[in-house]
């Protein structure tokens, strides 16, 4: 795409022309047409547009016109370095689906170009496969494409002329895109300046390999044509650009209606929703800035879905969105309704009302002499009773499975086993009562303790702080049979634990009978 010397264009086309199989140009209307003869025999096409920022509202409809198997785009303020042109087929690598260059930002003339940051690195995304269900196009200001699947980052670079240009007409374009996407910040200034003004920072530079320079110099030399006859180019409107950019207008018109969708969730429970969407409108609804768009009670935002394919006027899709139910139980209403990300909510909302319950939580407390037995018993808990949730306590690298913070370390931090004992055994005894007046430290509905092989008091003090903690829930506590105490205080701390209210004693032939009143 340009706007710029057609000149320019011309000897840019001219370089590229021997390792491409097909150019496509969009020639803005600020160019006059009477000087674009030597681009139009360069091109395979040239079509006039409208121009209006940004210019990445183009590239939707730029890349739809393409017919190749990979696309490059390169700007008119873009020269390609010997060793970009020399690989670039081979860059298009069928194992991968994009690849992102080097940028090089020529300053002070053809031959230097910013050795520093924000100019290195500047990779960019220009070779993508020519596949639009891999490619999205964001159509924002100084935000690439975006493409799925694997990708390469090349070492071959591609060179920018806009340091080239006199200071002045830099600052105009610094003050027209600061106004269009403001409050960017790169290399410690506002990331227009910083890009487009390094006189600011006086950064270092490097210099340009000889056979690069000669490239750029003779885009940068090209002189303007002489005007002739017009050619006769086809033009696009700028509703066939827009129809593709995905913050275009959009027709509000549409209908949502409900398919399937559950009564009943638990608390933090994920759920998908059929839903029927009609298209009303006089416009595309794409996404992914059209979404389906969740909120509870009215106020809480919940998840938003993209759609999964674009929805033409006058047509109707089966669509499916993604919610997350609240974690508080009750009655909630879930409203749906489309919405234009960044814009407006549609205002066409389905509502239903579904009942939150609250997800019962098995709590397994894991010391470090129990890490080996608390997966198998979750798994255990699992078996016996599908319906509730193993939380492992005390731990955060056991695989799958939820857990929690301990109260291990609000007890025993600071104290030294096997030291001062009687001293320890306050300090901790202190510590559980101040525990026990917090809210929901041990936030479970029933605790199950592994193991009551503790080897030192202070592992004992956090078997029975969980167990303290769980009980004032009202929750009940399942022990395995107790060995021997280790001592006099290990003994006071043991039966404190067992005497503790809503402990049961039982073997793994046990649990299941524990956990059927749950």
């Known amino acids: ?29 600020r160019v006059d047409p009477a000087r674009t003869g030597a681009v139009v025999e360069l091109a395979d096409r040239v079509v006039r547009i409208p121009y ?15 017919g190749g198997d990979w696309i490059l785009k390169l700007d008119d303020d873009e020269v390609p370095s010997a060793a970009f042109l020399e690989g670039l087929r081979a860059a298009a690598d069928p194992s991968v689906t994009h690849v992102w260059f080097p940028r090089r930002w020529l300053f ?19 070779l993508s496969v020519n596949d639009s269900r891999l490619v999205r196009f964001p159509g924002v200001l100084h935000v690439p494409i ?58 270092p530079l490097a210099q340009t390999p000889a056979e690069d320079r000669v490239l750029v110099e003779a885009v940068v030399a090209a002189p303007t044509p002489a005007a002739g006859t017009p050619p006769d ?10 129809a593709l950019w995905l913050h275009r207008a959009v027709d509000y018109a549409a209908d949502l209606s409900v398919r399937t969708a559950p009564s009943r969730l638990e608390s933090g429970e994920p759920a998908q929703i059929e839903l029927a969407l009609v298209n009303r409108g006089s416009t595309a609804i794409l996404p992914p800035t059209v979404q389906i768009g969740s909120r509870w009670d009215g106020v809480t935002l919940g998840v938003w879905t993209p759609l999964p394919d674009a929805v033409e006027p006058g047509e109707s899709a089966l669509v499916v969105a993604s919610v997350v139910a609240p974690v508080e139980p009750g009655k909630h209403i879930l409203e749906l309704d489309l919405v234009h990300d960044g814009v407006r909510w549609f205002g066409v909302p389905v509502a239903l009302e579904v009942e939150v319950v609250r997800r019962l939580k098995v709590g397994i407390l894991v010391r470090e002499a129990t890490r080996a037995r608390a997966l198998p018993l979750a798994e255990e808990v699992v ?70 092989d503790a080897t030192t008091l202070l592992e004992r003090w956090t078997d029975l702080a969980a167990a303290r903690l769980a009980a004032d829930r009202g929750a009940p506590i399942f022990l395995p049979p107790p060995p021997a105490a280790r001592g006099l205080l290990d003994r006071l701390l043991l039966r404190r634990l067992l005497r503790t209210p809503g402990v049961r004693v039982g073997g793994a032939e046990d649990l299941a009978d524990f956990l059927a009143p749950l």
């Not at 010397?5 to 097909?22: F, S």
């Not at 002070?108 to 220009?126: E, N």
């Open 1 to 29: 795409m340009s706007g710029g010397d057609p000149g320019r264009l011309a000897a840019l086309l001219q370089v590229c022309r021997p390792v491409v199989d097909e150019i496509v140009v969009a020639l803005d209307d």
């Open 52 to 66: 209006e920022p940004p210019p990445e509202r183009l590239l939707p409809w730029l890349y739809a016109q393409c």
């Open 108 to 126: 002070g003339g053809a031959g230097t170009y910013l050795d520093a940051r924000p100019w290195v690195p500047d990779f960019q995304l220009r």
């Open 146 to 203: 975006e493409v799925a699947g694997p990708a390469r980052y090349s070492e071959t670079p591609i060179y920018h002329l806009e340091g080239l240009r006199p200071r002045a007409e830099r600052e105009l374009k610094v003050r027209d895109y600061e106004r269009e996407r403001p409050g960017l910040r790169a290399g410690g200034l506002a990331f227009n300046h910083a890009f487009y003004l390094p006189e600011l920072s006086d950064p």
């Open 233 to 242: 180019l086809p033009h696009a409107t700028r509703d066939e650009i827009d």
């Open 383 to 452: 078996r016996a009773a599908p319906a509730l949730q193993p939380v492992l306590i005390g731990t955060a690298d056991v695989g799958g499975y939820a857990t929690t913070a301990g109260p291990e370390a609000r007890v025993t931090a600071g104290l030294a086993p096997g030291r001062r004992k009687l001293r320890s055994f306050a300090l901790a005894a202190r510590r559980v009562r101040a525990l026990r007046r917090e809210v929901d430290v041990l936030p479970v509905d029933a605790l199950i303790l592994p193991a009551l």
